[in-house]
């Protein structure tokens, strides 16, 4: 099979066709997986416990064989290799160093699988650890490093040997949030300097988003959207996806009228209008997202402006900005969010206000489950 072009224009490195997988014969864990990863992208697999990422990224590195499928990488059936002969790169949230080697020996454990010579696996060395920042502690023993600077090493190790592929199961999970938060911006900008292929696992939206070329969001066993971060955000594709990544208004109506890429919602005794998307049309129920940094109390000039009232139930300050809970469209717990200095007074709790947003900001979805 040749190589072919993903969604997003490259070529494609990975490609899961038609992936499943089943651990008692009955229960499918992954579902019908089709998912293609281009050639030095950063593809992030994102989703709730249990809903099948762990599953596709360890079938990826050969730990699991799919129930049925098939897995290319580089151009080759690779569903049945062993995993040591795929030649990816594996960085674990347990860090998996030698404990009695160095550092050193840590990173060039691999190098010598692989027959290097000794001048050409010490400069290999020296390269990835100034890489990572860690030129000065070669010597050290993994027991004499942070959290983080062990993580870094695993990192190190996974790239020294300059695989297809670098694969990260959870990789920051055991760490605080700020070493958290300075590793993500580091793998970004070793991905960027590198231009390796990386495939990364996480239940962590921030992550996500921080993070990666691309997002596939996993449930259930099933990919619900694959896209940028922006996309992601921005046009989730459905109830599921809005509501998991980010903060979100779900208001709940019936769609009405629909005309062209918008469609009238009646929620209660209230019309908004929202994007239009596949999931309605005239008479069903859905579920339209808005997300709280969208809504404001300064009216909006133009065509396509929602106009609804409401009263204040709750504030809470959080430095760059204030979070107001409302009653409004059917629901208590509408969120608005007030950036300070971009209004000269806040409402108070019990006052009744004018909210405003664009149309085009709301998105008409299904209706979870659970509230149908």
């Known amino acids: 099979m040749a190589l072919r072009k993903s969604e997003v224009g490259g070529e494609s490195i990975v490609v899961f066709d038609d992936i499943s997988k089943s651990y008692d014969g009955e229960n499918l864990v992954v579902a019908g997986l089709h998912l293609d990863v281009e050639r030095g992208e950063f593809l992030t697999m994102l989703g709730p416990s249990g809903s099948g990422k762990t599953t596709v990224l360890m079938m990826l590195a050969g730990f699991e064989v799919p129930t049925a499928g098939r897995i290319m990488i580089d151009g080759v059936d690779s569903t049945k290799i062993p995993a040591h002969k795929r030649d990816l790169g594996f960085v674990f949230q347990n860090y998996a160093l030698f404990p009695h080697m160095s550092v050193n020996e840590n990173l060039a454990f691999p190098l010598k699988v692989r027959r290097m010579g000794r001048g050409e696996i010490e400069e290999r060395v020296r390269e990835t650890l100034e890489m990572v920042r860690l030129g000065d502690f070669g010597d050290r023993l993994p027991g004499q490093l942070s959290g983080g600077q062990q993580q870094r090493v695993a990192l190190a190790r996974a790239l020294v040997f300059c695989p297809k592929l670098v694969l990260m199961d959870e990789p920051l999970g055991a760490l605080d949030k700020n070493l958290r938060e300075e590793m993500q911006y580091e793998i970004k900008h070793i991905h960027e300097n590198m231009g390796v292929t990386m495939v990364y696992v996480t239940h962590d939206q921030t992550e996500a988003l921080v993070m990666s070329d691309r997002v596939a969001v996993f449930y259930d066993g099933l990919i619900q959207q694959v896209a940028s971060p922006e996309e992601i955000y921005d046009k989730p594709s459905s109830a599921f996806v809005a509501s998991f990544i980010g903060e979100n208004n779900c208001v709940y109506g019936e769609v009405t009228r629909i005309e062209g890429e918008r469609c009238c919602v009646l929620c209660g005794e209230d019309k908004i209008w929202a994007s239009k998307t596949p999931h309605v049309s005239e008479g069903s129920r859905t579920m339209v997202s808005l997300r709280p940094e969208l809504v404001g109390l300064t009216a909006l000039e133009g065509e396509g402006v929602n106009e609804v009232?409401?009263?204040?139930?709750?504030?809470?300050?959080?430095?760059?900005?204030?979070?107001?809970?409302?009653?409004?469209?059917?629901?208590?717990?509408?969120?608005?969010?007030?950036?300070?200095?971009?209004?000269?007074?806040?409402?108070?709790?019990?006052?009744?206000?004018?909210?405003y947003w664009r149309w085009g900001d709301g998105w008409a979805l299904d209706v979870p489950l659970e509230s149908s």
């Open 309 to 355: 009232e409401g009263c204040v139930e709750e504030l809470i300050f959080l430095g760059s900005h204030t979070r107001v809970r409302l009653n409004v469209l059917g629901s208590d717990g509408f969120i608005m969010q007030l950036v300070h200095g971009t209004m000269e007074s806040c409402p108070g709790v019990g006052d009744r206000v004018k909210m």
